[in-house]
């Protein structure tokens, strides 16, 4: 949020010599945290105002002049400019060698030199708005319009900011770090900090008194979603340009003055953070009503966005329908008009919860909605009303109330604290004088009364509505308002028993090293909400799947229930990159229908760890992506130290190929599965070129080691043999099926065999493939002569050509 000083010295009268360093740090330690300070004057820097005297044609360009421009005591400067509205006696802004500017108000801002226009030496530039960046305060009717300021009753030579009552500083405050204060989202509420903080007076509003006899038809059917609704009729109003000064003020903080009757309701909401909005009154049929929506209920808002309303949406209505989305945004048809001169002004309070979920629903956040998000107290709509009829009465003399309406059935209940001294002294951790305590509250409008052993407090209304509401929220006012920096740090006398071994935490951290590391890939994050597209492509049905009340957007509304919709997305993203790539994520996953802890008497849904991974390749090799992520799984237990899982076909998930897929088990449950994605669902994904092999994995099933579980293998006496075999078996055959076949009946000088390749080409026959093994044959007593060796490798070939059907092909 920006924030004007000169707007804050409205309401507070800050010392003359007050630093600005020092104010940003007082307020990021006690209130918000100040993420930077622009100088408005500054960044007008060398921008003046210049008097046109005459204006020649240029001798080498028909599309240029030549002004005589008086930049200041007389001083008569050449400037070549292609203005479209140049005239003799017009004051503009002229841009002096070493000013910043923006040519045509695009890109980084370059430079102002002395410089030759076609020919012609030329001082300087005279500017555009667009090119000051002014163009929200004097817009342009054509691309080439100058920028006039000669209504401004300054010599030539003045700076422009100080022309223009720009010289300002504009504070940048850190949304976040008040999101739990709604009484500072104006600048009366951080003018008010400012004065508690310095013990400074601060201006009060004067209550505004109606002085009418007619009571304006207010109906408020829903008291808890609108506590407060204030109606008010006014009438000889038009529509014009608001003052100058006050489309400054607006502009300067991030919005855009459009016209007084808009402008006024902006200012006040900028001001007093109440959210303010005026209808044209001829449009308004009987009377204002606020009330639900009824189902289907059509509404145009003012951004030309068509809503079809639900049941829990709250709106303006008059005895036609809807006029307005309570709390976010007004009606097209109903509010500010060309031909508006009278309206009904609005000052209401509205239930945060309601407006942000109507905000969220309809995509639709303003200004405003952002401001009932935050819980506006419904007594702040008095100093609204004040302000809002102020700058009417000024800025329209003949304007009249011809009928008001305060209609406050929910009444705020001021909230009520009891604090005692002994429990604020142990939690500050030190004894803090009780009229310093008094008076520190005092300044930010909490009523103290001293009791037998603390303080009854009665916290202001601003403050009442959710923001303090316990004593633990006293003891940080207390503490923020006496600073952070005047309590001494104390040593902490602690002992330390034992180390506290957190295998679980520990083999989380495990697995995902052994995979960024040692595997190479790439771990992604993602969002805790799936996308329709990928649930509908991976899942049956959406039996068993949480879904959001308000989700981030109408597509996005599922929880995740599965790793992989998420891991499919990202596919797609980097599919168009890179043509071969692994990732994994490790998350929670949610579960509907299934509950394991409470939270302030509301069961909360089963919540488990997953991993999911993708082995993204080529489509001609879904092969080797098969057996990397098999082999990426199955060595995760020995790196990791937890015990082992296997492989089995026991159950398809949804969304694999009918043949190349795996169960993962444990202990005989299973706990994951591994497969290739059928090409079916990658299409319904938007997997269009490449093939991926996806894992998921339940890690609560996970069991790690209580501790390392190597041990010493001595080196062996005499030497090990390597002995290769190739044969052509069944392309149905698997590695386990040969595993069992060489080593069930195991010989003893036969220690080990591993699998080296598999081929299938033109020379194998159809229905068959070639299988290379690796026997490894050694004794424990003595070295083996060749014969023997040969003897052993002959035994393998008789079990395989046995067990398998095996036909040995080289030696």
């Avoid at 102020?390 to 329209?396: D, I, N, W």
């Avoid at 006398?493 to 052994?514: C, H, M, P, W």
């Avoid at 997997?687 to 092999?693: E, N, Q, R, Y």
């Avoid at 591993?754 to 044959?777: D, H, M, N």
């Amino acid at each position: 949020m920006k924030v004007s000083l000169n707007w804050i010295k409205d309401y507070v009268k800050l010392p003359d010599d007050m630093d600005l360093k020092r104010l940003a740090y007082d307020l990021t330690m006690s209130t918000v945290e100040v993420e930077g300070a622009e100088s408005l004057a500054e960044s007008f820097d060398k921008i003046i105002v210049g008097e046109i005297k005459e204006v020649l044609p240029h001798p080498n360009a028909d599309k240029l002049r030549v002004c005589k421009v008086d930049v200041g005591d007389g001083d008569i400067k050449d400037i070549v400019c292609g203005g479209s509205n140049l005239e003799v006696g017009m004051k503009v802004v002229v841009a002096c060698p070493g000013a910043m500017v923006r040519w045509h108000g695009e890109g980084e801002p370059v430079e102002i030199k002395n410089t030759k226009l076609r020919g012609v030496a030329s001082f300087g530039m005279i500017c555009a708005a667009v090119e000051v960046g002014l163009d929200a305060l004097f817009p342009a009717k054509d691309d080439h319009e100058i920028m006039d300021v000669t209504a401004f009753d300054v010599p030539a030579g003045t700076p422009i900011a100080k022309a223009l009552d720009l010289d300002d500083i504009i504070l940048e405050i850190d949304n976040k770090s008040m999101t739990n204060r709604p009484d500072l989202w104006g600048h009366y509420g951080i003018a008010r900090e400012i004065a508690a903080l310095y013990d400074l007076p601060l201006v009060q509003f004067e209550k505004y008194v109606p002085d009418v006899s007619e009571s304006y038809d207010v109906r408020i059917k829903d008291t808890e979603r609108c506590p407060r609704y204030i109606g008010a009729r006014v009438e000889g109003l038009s529509v014009k340009p608001s003052p100058f000064e006050m489309q400054s003020r607006i502009w300067r903080v991030g919005m855009r003055p459009i016209n007084a009757l808009v402008d006024v309701t902006n200012y006040v909401m900028l001001a007093t953070g109440q959210p303010t909005h005026v209808f044209d009154s001829n449009h308004i049929i009987d009377h204002i009503e606020v009330r639900r929506a009824q189902k289907g209920e059509k509404l145009q808002l003012l951004n030309d966005k068509d809503l079809a309303l639900c049941a829990d949406d709250l709106v303006i209505a008059d005895k036609e329908g809807a006029v307005a989305l309570a709390g976010v945004m007004g009606g097209a048809k109903d509010s500010v008009l060309p031909e508006t001169e009278s309206v009904i002004l609005e000052v209401a309070n509205f239930e945060s919860r309601g407006v942000r979920r109507t905000a969220l629903r309809y995509d639709n956040r303003t200004e405003a909605s952002s401001r009932y998000e935050k819980a506006v107290d419904p007594e702040r709509c008095d100093q609204a009303l004040s302000l809002a009829m102020k700058l009417f009465a000024e800025l329209y003399p003949e304007m009249k109330v011809t009928a008001f309406k305060d209609e406050y059935p929910n009444k705020l209940q001021r909230k009520e604290i009891d604090v005692d001294f002994d429990w604020l002294d142990r939690r500050l951790g030190k004894r803090i004088p009780q009229e310093i305590v008094a008076r520190k509250l005092g300044t930010m409008g909490f009523d103290v009364t001293f009791t037998e052993k603390g303080m009854h407090i009665v916290v202001p209304t601003w403050r009442s509505t959710g923001d303090v509401s316990i004593k633990a929220d006293i003891m940080e006012e207390v503490a923020r308002m006496y600073g952070y920096e005047n309590f001494e740090a104390t040593t902490i006398t602690t002992s330390f028993d034992g180390a506290v071994n957190q295998l679980e935490v520990d083999l989380v951290r495990k697995i995902k090293e052994y995979l960024a590391f040692r595997c190479n890939m790439q771990e992604i994050f993602t969002y805790p909400w799936m996308t329709d597209e990928f649930v509908n492509a991976l899942f049956p049905d959406t039996n068993g799947i949480l879904a959001l009340a308000t989700p981030p957007a109408p597509n996005e509304r599922f929880v995740k229930s599965s790793l992989l919709p998420n891991i499919c997305k990202a596919i797609v993203k980097n599919e168009r990159n890179f043509g071969e790539f692994d990732i994994f994520e490790e998350a929670q996953v949610f579960f509907d229908g299934e509950y394991t802890s409470e939270y302030k008497g509301e069961q909360l849904p089963k919540q488990k760890k997953h991993l999911g991974c993708a082995f993204v390749g080529s489509s001609e090799k879904v092969a080797d992506l098969f057996r990397k992520a098999k082999g990426v799984i199955g060595m995760m237990p020995r790196y990791t130290h937890m015990e082992g899982f296997t492989f089995e076909k026991t159950e398809k998930p949804y969304w694999a190929d009918e043949t190349v897929w795996l169960n993962i088990c444990l202990n005989g449950k299973k706990i994951g599965e591994l497969a290739l994605l059928s090409k079916k669902a990658a299409l319904a994904c938007g997997i269009k070129v490449l093939s991926a092999v996806l894992v998921e994995l339940d890690m609560d099933e996970l069991v790690p080691f209580k501790s390392r579980t190597n041990r010493y293998v001595a080196m062996p006496d005499f030497p090990t043999n390597d002995y290769d075999l190739s044969f052509l078996v069944d392309s149905m055959v698997k590695w386990d099926d040969i595993y069992e076949c060489v080593m069930g009946k195991k010989n003893e000088l036969l220690k080990d065999v591993s699998f080296v390749e598999e081929y299938k080409g033109k020379q194998i026959p159809a229905g068959k493939k070639s299988v290379t093994i690796r026997l490894v044959i050694a004794s424990n007593e003595k070295t083996l002569t060749s014969d023997e060796i040969e003897n052993v490798a002959k035994s393998v070939v008789k079990k395989l050509t046995k067990g398998v059907g095996a036909d040995i092909r080289t030696a």
